[in-house]
Structures are given as structure tokens and as C-alpha cells.
């Protein structure tokens, strides 16, 4: 047997060991991380929703172009949500729903450890100092703690492949490494672009210490890195254009105020504590961290630092080691290290002025360079690992000396890490909650709105986070709050999105500011009241009654003090109608006033439309096919009216009557409308941006130039035989 082999194996099978037994709750059953926020849970209202809607397209090779069940309907490609990132696309094609989620976590830790361990040995790191490293990378609080934000988790796993290739582009000056970084880099952009920018900020940075060389090698690494930004947004573009054209639509197109950045979500200098306690200033998981005073305490999973107690105390030993020695690679990234600490510091350092310019001022949460500065600390500790294990004593004492190393690091971080996150059976997740029994089959394909939800769920999450919670964040599942109904075919009002269109981002706001509470009584205006019936809204959630009596009550569930009540609204209309009255309107301030009026439910309120009269006339529609990314329907009018469809308007729709093209006017802010003709008319609806199209091409050739850059010593070899 060829033992050289397997120790040469060993490392990774340790990796994928301490991998498997942290995830076995995940796997036995199969379940998923729930994680509760404030008001909501990024895992259950957007990740896991999401998700159902990729691996049920994935299957069937498709792309999931516009979800039509939350909000009024988003182009869900569009919203950066890892459509593209390979591992996700292998495991939810192969594998049912219920099993690819877990795997996707483990999918996350096994690369973490594994790009980790090759990029140190690039850094000439010994086998032992390797493994220490990929471990403590792996189960840093970098990773374990984005278990509620997997796509952070997915990128920063990512990180030290794109540091890997891109030294050793710096070391050969071979080309086919920056196309490697490229490509690694494209994955990170598809997983989160801000950890993307962040990255690319300190891969620019590696170039410094050649800035004293020849003017040759400045021009070569100079032209290189543009290269590799270039090949970088060609291999991307296929998620890069409809995301920058969704931004275009959304209140983030100019960027956002650099005051909030710094301020929202804070970094405190007392928060570095927590990489020597992750628990010194509080837990999120028993509520001691939770306070809805997110300006003065930041958020727990973004402000908590923490890579194991030995490498910490080992990475501030090799950070005096290496000042002392000059080691270049490890003095650059103890730089690196600081200042990912004083970006990450906000408002609390000097650098925060570097927040009003782009790309920095696209982002939220500045806190996140920390997690930067866990990957430089991990590699520092490996650093100072390699250099304990170098001063031998003898063999047998040195590895004494790395077991013990070892078992200290694995029992502190899974001591740390091993309960804190909370699962929940994927199977239970997409059972439908109790309230949904009482909606009749044929009234779900209308639309249901949640009124007032994050009040409970903040109760108990402030006071006592999820330990002992999780039948109550469960039975809050009631609420039915956006993007969470998607996983039972019900469709929402509501939406969690990331980008927003301004239309959609009025719509909710119109829609919000006409309900108040008073006396536990909840009161809805004619602003409100109006929107709801046109947008099809036919279903009411409430934590308290309403007492406009136009809705009619159907039931309540009830755990504990905690109750949801079921509200009918007999006025919703359909989700396609024809009207032969309209108003002309040009600004917000006028829809607003329009949608108070009493008799809007008979007016279509049109957008820069010449103001006319038509006949009022009679219609039937039927024949209506709803398909992810089109619709179609028969409609037959007596006069000539406007067809309603009550989905976002919003570039990328198409539409034609009877086989020919027609034109779509904005409606009543966030809706489509065509004008159609007297008689019988087959209409089509279809969701086709161009930007897709476009990314698609510029993607294919850019995955072209790569192949071509990588293989082009082979290739040449093989034209060459013909010559």
C-alpha cells in the first residue's frame, strides 16, 4: 500500500471528517438552518423560498426569469441571488429539494477548507500549519455565523482561491492564472457582490510591493489586473447587465447615503473583543445581543469576530515574528489585516470617508471587512503555526505538539459553534401552516397581504432569541409574510427583494401608510382600501381585528398569547380586468390623490396617455395559463378598453394581441395594461429581457477567450501537427 498517498490524502479527508459531523443535524433529517433576524428570517422569507423556485427550474434546465407570487411580481434573475454559482447549480439539479439544502452548506465548508489549505501551501506553509488554518478558516465565525446569509458564506469561501491564483499569477507571470482568478472571482460576484468589490479592493492591493520594479513589470501587472477586471465582468455578465438594469429601476441607482452606511449596523472597538469570546458583549441565540437599537449595537452575526482562541493568540505571536523577520508576503497581509479592521470600523475611523465613493457606497454594512480581517488572522495563525512546528524538538514531540495543537482548535470551535445555529426538517418548512386550510382552493390564486407581522416575532427575538423558541418562530409561519408564501403556492403582496423598483417600493409604501392601529384596532383608508381591491388582494393576516366592517373575518389560529386573524375582502378584483374608464396621470402626487377617490375601482389610472372617452361595455376573460416567466389569455370586449394584468411593469415584458405586438402602458403605478379592440382576442404576456440575451452572448465569448488563454500551449501543439 502506497502510505505516501494516503497522507497526502489525509488532510482532506480530516476536512471533510469535521465537515460532516458539524453539519450531521443538518443531514439527519434532512433540514435547514432557520435563523431568526429581526422581524423576519433571511433563511426562511428569501434564501429557502428562492431556492424552491431555483431547483424547480434547474430541473427542467430553465432559468427563473419573474416570480409572480411575492410582491407584485420581480425579475428574480436579476436579484443576485447565485443563479450562477456552480456548486448550487450541480447540487440542485442532481438532488431532491429537501436533501440539496443541507448539502449546500456542506458544499460551502469543504471548499472553504480546501481553498484555505492550497493557498497556504502556496505560501509555503508546512502540511500541519495547513490544515490548522483551513480549519479555523472553515469554522471562524466568517462562515458559521453567515449560516443565516448563505450566499456571504458561499463567497468568503471563495476568497482564498481567487488570493491563491492571483499570487500566483504575481510569482510565474503566467497569464492563464489571472484568467483562473477571473473565474474564481466571477463565482464570488454571483454569490454576493459585496464581498466581490471588497476582495477585488485587496487583490489590487497585492500588486503594491511591484510598484518599485521595473516599469516593464508595472505595465505588464498593470495591464494584467485590468485584464482580469475585464474578463472578470465578461464571464459574469449574464447576471451582471439584468442586475445593473434592475439597479437603474431601484432607489439604489445612484448609490446610498454615506452617513447611513457608517451609521446603520455599527462596528464598535469593543466589538474586536470578540476574537478572543465570541459571546463577551452577548448572544444572538438566547436574545442577549437583540436589541432593536441597531444604530448604537450593530447586529451579533455582523459584528462578532472570532476564529478560534489558539489562532488568535498565535496570530498576534506571528504578527511581532514576522515585523521582526520582514517576511514581505506576511508583513503585506498583516497590513491588510488592520485595514480591514479600521474599514470595518465605520464611523469609529478615519477611513469612513472612503464610504462616499463607488463602489464602497453601493453597500450596506461596512461591518463586513471584518470578515476579511478573520481570513487575513487565519492566515497570520497559519503563519505562526508553520514556525511553533519548525522549532523541532524531535518528531515524535512535533507531532505530539500538532495533536494537541489540533483537539485544542477543533474542541474550542465546536464548543463555540457546534449548537448555536438552529435547524428545522426542510420537510416541515414546506407543510402549509394551519391558516392556509382556511382559504378555499379557488381563491388562492389571488393574493394575500400581512399586516403588522414583525411585532411578535420581535418579542421573542429580543428577549429571548431562538433557544427553546422554535415551535413559536414556527407557528409565526402563519403570518404568511412575504417571500415565505412562495413555499405554499400562495401568492403575496409583499416582497423581500434586494433591489426594489421605486414603482414597487411607492406601491408598498401607499399601501402601508393608510393602515394605523389604535385601541389593538386596526383601521384601513381609501388609499389602502383601493389598492388592495385592485391589486387582487382577497385575503387579510392581522395580529389585531379590523374593524372596517367591508372585511370580513374567517378565523384566527392561536399559540399561547400569540394570534393571527384571517380577513376576506369580497372587493378584490382579478388579476386581469378590462376597463373603459381612464385617467390620465403624470406624477406620484397625483396617483396618490387618485387612488383616495371613492370611484377608482371603475377607473384605470394611465400614465402620460392623452385624455379620451371610451364606451363603457361588457367583457369576459378565460382561458388564463400562467407559467413562470408568461401568461396568455382569451379576452372578449364589446367595446374597445384597456386589459389590465396586475404584474410589475417593468422592462423585459412584451405583449402582443392575436399574434401582434402591442404596446404596454404603466397603470396604476406598478401594473400593465394594453389597449385591445371590440371582438375575441388571444392575448400573450412574455417576460424576455435583453440584457439577459446580451449577458448570455458576452458571457459565451468570454468563457471562450478563457478556455482559449488556458489552453493555448495545447492548442497550438495541436495546429501545429497540421503545419
Do not use: C
Not at 49 to 66: D, F, G, R, T
Amino acid at each position: 500500500m502506497d502510505f505516501s498517498r494516503l497522507n497526502r490524502f489525509f488532510p482532506f479527508f480530516l476536512i471533510a471528517a469535521f465537515s460532516i459531523i458539524f453539519l450531521l443535524n443538518l443531514f439527519l433529517p434532512p433540514s435547514a438552518y432557520v435563523n431568526p433576524d429581526f422581524g423576519l428570517s433571511d433563511p426562511l422569507h428569501i434564501w429557502l423560498p428562492n431556492k424552491y423556485v431555483y431547483s424547480q427550474n434547474i430541473k427542467k434546465l430553465e432559468i427563473p426569469l419573474w416570480e409572480m407570487r411575492a410582491g407584485n411580481g420581480f425579475p428574480i434573475h436579476a436579484e443576485l441571488l447565485d443563479m450562477y454559482y456552480l456548486p448550487n447549480l450541480l447540487i440542485f439539479f442532481v438532488l431532491p429539494f429537501n436533501y440539496a439544502i443541507p448539502t449546500s452548506y456542506l458544499a460551502i465548508y469543504l471548499i472553504a477548507g480546501t481553498t484555505m489549505y492550497f493557498l497556504l501551501k502556496n505560501l509555503g506553509l508546512r502540511k500541519g500549519a495547513r490544515l490548522l488554518g483551513s480549519l479555523s478558516f472553515m469554522f471562524s465565525a466568517a462562515i458559521v455565523l453567515r449560516a443565516q446569509h448563505p450566499n456571504i458564506a458561499q463567497a468568503m469561501a471563495l476568497v482564498p482561491a481567487s488570493f491563491l491564483f492571483y499570487f500566483q499569477f504575481l510569482k510565474t507571470e503566467k497569464f492563464k492564472y489571472i484568467v483562473l482568478a477571473a473565474v474564481v472571482s466571477t463565482q464570488i460576484l454571483f454569490s454576493f457582490p459585496q464581498i466581490f468589490f471588497y476582495n477585488t479592493l485587496f487583490l489590487a492591493a497585492l500588486n503594491t510591493p511591484y510598484l518599485a520594479k521595473s516599469k516593464r513589470t508595472i505595465l505588464k501587472i498593470g495591464i494584467s489586473f485590468v485584464i482580469f477586471i475585464l474578463l472578470t465582468i465578461g464571464l459574469s455578465s449574464i447576471q451582471l447587465l439584468p442586475s445593473f438594469e434592475i439597479t437603474q429601476f431601484s432607489n439604489r441607482n445612484q448609490g446610498l447615503d454615506s452617513k447611513d452606511i457608517i451609521s446603520s449596523f455599527p462596528y464598535q472597538p469593543s466589538n474586536l473583543l470578540t476574537f478572543i469570546n465570541p459571546y463577551i458583549l452577548g448572544k444572538a441565540a438566547n436574545g442577549t445581543y437583540n436589541s432593536l437599537d441597531w444604530q448604537k449595537y450593530g447586529l451579533f452575526w455582523e459584528n462578532t469576530a472570532y476564529i478560534g482562541l489558539l489562532p488568535f493568540l498565535i496570530f498576534i505571536l506571528s504578527s511581532f515574528v514576522l515585523l521582526k523577520n520582514k517576511q514581505k508576503t506576511g508583513v503585506l497581509i498583516l497590513i491588510f489585516f488592520v485595514i480591514s479592521v479600521f474599514m470595518a470600523l465605520g464611523k469609529y475611523a478615519p477611513t469612513h470617508i472612503l464610504f462616499i465613493f463607488p463602489p464602497l457606497n453601493y453597500f450596506r454594512v461596512p461591518a463586513r471587512f471584518i470578515l476579511f480581517a478573520q481570513f487575513f488572522a487565519v492566515i497570520l495563525f497559519a503563519f505562526g503555526a508553520d514556525w511553533i512546528l519548525k522549532k523541532r524538538i524531535n518528531k515524535k514531540f512535533n507531532t505530539l505538539l500538532f495533536i494537541l495543537m489540533l483537539t485544542l482548535l477543533i474542541g474550542d470551535l465546536f464548543m463555540s459553534w457546534y449548537n448555536y445555529n438552529p435547524t428545522r426538517p426542510v420537510k416541515d418548512l414546506t407543510i402549509s401552516p394551519e391558516i392556509i386550510s382556511f382559504i378555499p382552493q379557488e381563491d388562492r390564486s389571488y393574493r394575500i397581504y400581512s399586516l403588522d407581522m414583525q411585532g411578535y416575532w420581535n418579542k421573542v427575538f429580543t428577549k429571548k432569541g431562538w433557544q427553546g423558541e422554535d415551535d413559536y418562530y414556527h407557528f409565526f409561519l402563519n403570518s404568511l409574510s412575504a417571500d415565505n408564501n412562495i413555499l405554499y403556492g400562495l401568492n403575496q403582496i409583499s416582497s423581500y427583494q434586494v433591489l426594489p423598483s421605486r414603482r414597487q417600493t411607492s406601491l408598498d409604501s401607499f399601501i402601508t401608510s393608510g393602515i394605523t392601529v389604535k385601541n389593538q384596532k386596526i383601521n384601513i383608508n381609501n388609499v389602502t382600501k383601493n389598492l388592495l381591491n385592485f391589486y387582487s388582494v382577497k385575503y387579510l393576516i392581522t395580529t389585531n381585528e379590523i374593524e372596517n366592517k367591508e372585511y370580513q373575518k374567517i378565523t384566527a389560529v392561536k399559540k399561547d398569547e400569540y394570534k393571527y386573524y384571517l380577513y376576506k375582502n369580497p372587493s378584490a378584483q382579478n388579476l386581469a380586468e378590462v376597463y373603459y374608464d381612464f385617467k390620465n396621470v403624470q406624477t406620484v402626487n397625483e396617483y396618490k390623490k387618485a387612488f383616495g377617490e371613492e370611484n377608482i375601482a371603475d377607473t384605470l389610472l394611465v400614465e402620460n396617455l392623452p385624455q379620451n372617452s371610451l364606451e363603457r361595455g361588457a367583457y369576459q376573460i378565460d382561458q388564463v395559463k400562467i407559467k413562470q416567466n408568461s401568461f396568455s389569455l382569451k379576452a372578449e370586449t364589446d367595446k374597445e378598453g384597456f386589459l389590465t394584468i396586475k404584474q410589475s411593469y417593468f422592462p423585459g415584458w412584451s405583449a402582443k394581441i392575436d399574434g401582434a405586438g402591442a404596446k404596454i402602458n404603466p397603470v396604476d403605478l406598478n401594473a400593465m395594461a394594453i389597449k385591445i379592440g371590440k371582438g375575441s382576442h388571444l392575448v400573450e404576456f412574455n417576460y424576455r429581457p435583453k440584457t439577459l440575451t446580451m449577458g448570455i452572448l458576452i458571457t459565451i465569448l468570454s468563457v471562450i477567450i478563457s478556455m482559449l488563454i488556458i489552453f493555448k500551449t495545447q492548442a497550438l501543439k495541436f495546429f501545429h501537427g497540421f503545419i
